[in-house]
């Protein structure tokens, strides 16, 4: 049972959802997922009819370099690993553990997220691969610039959430808000997955 304790620590089994506003906070995050899948569905959709509209302008496969992004992927695949470990310390009561694997997330999303920058950087600057430079690169820009705008979200999210409980140990009021984060987390790395699919190998494939 979800509610159960384990005397070893003292805390529910499922901290995350052992009280009411827990519960609450899960309901409403799954209604937020479901609107963040339809939001990207239609960024996916639209960049899928635009992709080769590149006008005069380069083609995906003339810009994208799977080395680079094979990195970043590794990068968000480890830190969506560092991510379920942290959760597991969490329902052992863990807090040091947590806050570690919690924090090594962290930094895997600042690698990954400052790769991709020095990747858009790269594209305008070596290729002349701007925003308005055709349809493809307006959709390429949006849908992965939504995905790295989500992933700044997820970091400022978990960052304000070691900040804040740094001291506090697990709680059934703070357990909800770091399980709600990690799947939020989870969820960004889907996504890139669908993206390392749908734009790069697909843009190397022709």
Known sequence: MSGSVDMSNGLPSHPERATLEGKNKFLGFWFFLGGETILFATFFGTYLGLRNGTADGPTSADIFHLDL?????????????????????????????????????????????????????????HYDFGFTTSAFSSAFYSLVGLHGAHVTFGLCWMILLII?????????????KFYLA?????????????????????????
Do not use: C
């Not at 804040?164 to 909800?176: C, F, H, V």
């Not at 990690?182 to 790395?189: G, N, Q, R, T």
């Open 69 to 125: 992004v094979f990195i970043m992927t590794m990068l968000l695949l480890t830190s969506s690993l560092t991510s379920v470990l942290a959760m597991s310390a969490m329902k052992k009561n863990n807090f040091r553990s947590m806050m570690t694997w919690l924090s090594i997330t962290v930094v895997l999303g600042l690698g990954f997220l400052g790769m991709e920058i020095y990747e858009f950087y790269q594209y305008v600057t």
């Open 182 to 206: 990690s799947l939020y987390w989870h969820f960004i790395d889907v996504v890139w997955v669908f993206i390392f699919t749908v734009v790069y190998l697909m843009g190397v494939g022709g």
């Open 164 to 176: 804040r409980y740094s001291r506090s140990g697990i709680t059934l009021t703070n357990a909800p």
